[in-house]
């Protein structure tokens, strides 16, 4: 991957969210979701519709990003400021 993060095609499938922290949210149901972190150091976590945690990463670098598939149920949050939006793939 390329330093700063993902930077192949992507279907944008949404609006972007506002820079902020993300709060437990599905995305609209998406399977892919595009994190791009505005802070350092940030904790992107993958939880299961009861809140139980499925699996976590660091975006180490402000401006770092990954595309997460995620069941339409899961939410994902942060700890720090973020902006997210779905995303599919071109194939």
């Given at each position: 991957m390329a330093a700063g993060g993902y930077q192949g095609s992507l279907i944008i499938k949404?609006?972007?969210?506002?820079?902020g922290t993300i709060s437990a949210t599905n995305f609209n149901r998406a399977h892919f979701v595009r994190i791009q972190t505005t802070a350092a150091n940030n904790t992107i976590t993958l939880k299961e519709s009861d809140?139980?945690?499925?699996g976590s990463l660091i975006l180490h670098d402000?401006?770092?990003?990954?595309?997460?598939?995620?069941?339409p149920t899961q939410t994902l949050e942060t700890t720090g400021n973020a902006v997210g939006s779905a995303v599919g793939s071109p194939r």
């Open positions: 949404g609006t972007s969210t506002s820079n809140g139980s945690t499925v402000a401006g770092d990003s990954v595309v997460i598939e995620k069941k």
